[in-house]
């Protein structure tokens, strides 16, 4: 039977990156994307922008809703100080396995829960199933029309705290125009662009950093 791209993406990592480092994980898929076939992690160019947003804001609690292969889940959990977690929230079933997988080699399992399922049902679970207060930084990189729900969702389950931060992939490209609507006009953030390209390409894409004021 015909394999799936992210199992095409979970060998390239196995054959050429080291195990227990996670950059060479990262640098893996990123050459696998640009030599072999295109993917939707957010990729080098971006990366790095997450890669500054992370390291700046030094999270303990993270929330990721997409998780795809576990390229940003990666790339997140390996500037994480020693005691902090990442919850990454995955509604597709055959990402999820192979993002286990890619986390795995990485060596990363310890700082990082993959948790299947939808986030409108798994947002209102946080506090009583997996013990978080608020999260420090949310990356949002799901379904596009869901940003902006999620966003009121967390919100309103009060897993938002002052000075959290929300960082959002691929506001221009496929674009979220009624999530950017709101966190830009929005007096309960305070909104910045960082203007990209989407992964892999030369067409524009980029990063919404909203810090909540509460
Ligand atoms: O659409 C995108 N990503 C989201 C996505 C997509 C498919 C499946 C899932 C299933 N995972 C899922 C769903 C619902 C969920 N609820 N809670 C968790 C959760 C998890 C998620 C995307 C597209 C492009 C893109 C494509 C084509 C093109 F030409 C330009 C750009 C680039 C990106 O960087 C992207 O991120
Ligand atoms: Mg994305």
């Given at each position: 039977?015909?394999?799936?791209?992210?199992?095409?993406?979970?060998?390239?990592?196995?054959?050429?990156?080291?195990?227990?480092?996670p950059?060479?994980?990262?640098?893996?898929?990123?050459?696998?994307?640009?030599?072999?076939?295109?993917?939707?992690?957010?990729?080098?160019?971006?990366?790095?922008?997450?890669?500054?947003?992370?390291?700046?804001?030094n999270p303990v609690t993270v929330?990721?809703?997409?998780?795809?292969?576990?390229?940003?889940?990666?790339?997140i959990a390996s500037l994480l100080p020693p005691r902090a977690k990442i919850?990454?929230?995955?509604?597709?079933?055959?990402?999820?396995?192979?993002?286990?997988?890619?986390?795995?080699?990485?060596g990363l399992e310890d700082k990082i829960?993959?948790?299947?399922?939808?986030?409108?049902?798994?947002?209102?679970?946080?506090?009583?199933?997996?013990?978080?207060?608020?999260?420090?930084?949310?990356?949002?990189?799901?379904?596009?029309?869901?940003?902006?729900?999620?966003?009121?969702?967390?919100?309103?389950?009060?897993?938002?705290?002052?000075?959290?931060?929300?960082?959002?992939?691929?506001?221009?490209?496929?674009?979220?125009?009624?999530?950017?609507?709101?966190?830009?006009?929005?007096?309960?953030?305070?909104?910045?662009?960082?203007?990209?390209?989407?992964?892999?390409?030369?067409?524009?894409?980029?990063?919404?950093?909203?810090?909540?004021?509460?």
């Amino acid at each position: 039977t015909q394999s799936t791209r992210p199992q095409r993406l979970l060998h390239a990592v196995q054959k050429n990156a080291t195990r227990g480092d996670p950059r060479s994980v990262v640098k893996a898929i990123d050459n696998f994307c640009r030599q072999k076939e295109w993917a939707m992690n957010v990729g080098d160019e971006k990366g790095c922008i997450l890669d500054s947003v992370v390291s700046e804001v030094n999270p303990v609690t993270v929330l990721e809703l997409g998780t795809y292969c576990g390229y940003s889940t990666v790339r997140i959990a390996s500037l994480l100080p020693p005691r902090a977690k990442i919850i990454t929230l995955e509604f597709n079933p055959d990402y999820a396995k192979i993002a286990r997988q890619v986390i795995a080699w990485a060596g990363l399992e310890d700082k990082i829960q993959v948790v299947e399922g939808p986030s409108g049902e798994w947002i209102p679970k946080m506090k009583e199933q997996f013990g978080v207060k608020t999260f420090d930084l949310v990356f949002l990189d799901h379904w596009k029309d869901r940003y902006l729900p999620d966003t009121k969702l967390l919100e309103d389950c009060g897993l938002l705290r002052k000075g959290s931060i929300l960082l959002a992939d691929n506001v221009i490209c496929p674009g979220t125009p009624d999530y950017l609507e709101y966190v830009r006009n929005s007096p309960r953030y305070k909104s910045q662009y960082f203007k990209s390209h989407l992964e892999y390409t030369k067409a524009e894409d980029g990063l919404e950093k909203s810090v909540f004021l509460g």
